[in-house]
């Protein structure tokens, strides 16, 4: 099956607090979804006795399985200035990354 890198961006606009976003479809597991860190997943990646949703260091969404629509906002001006939002998605397929979306902004 050939990978498919799909994602939307956004650039603020007048009037708009939002610098940079990026939204994307995923499939959710039994666990939910993970918040974790590149450095972490990095770390998995190298070493089998490092996890890459540490329970002391990443955060867990509890979720349905399920394909969900993920975007994620970097906005100026506030605190915190991430914001991130989760809603069901219309796909049943959710998109393969080959890196991570956020780092080709």
């Known amino acids: 099956m050939r990978r498919r890198s799909f994602f939307t961006l956004a650039h603020a606009h007048e009037g708009d607090s939002v610098t940079r976003a990026v939204a994307s479809t995923l499939e959710a597991g039994g666990a ?3 918040l974790t860190s590149y450095t972490k997943l990095s770390m998995a990646a190298q070493f089998s006795d490092e996890l890459a949703a540490d329970p002391r260091s990443s ?15 970097e906005r100026a001006g506030v605190s915190p200035p991430f914001e991130l939002e989760l809603t069901p998605a219309d ?15």
């Open 91 to 105: 796909s049943p397929t959710p998109v393969q990354h080959n890196c991570v979306p956020w780092f080709e902004l």
């Open 59 to 73: 955060l867990r969404l509890p979720c349905a399985p399920g394909n969900y629509r993920v975007s994620l906002r």
């Open 32 to 34: 939910g979804l993970w």
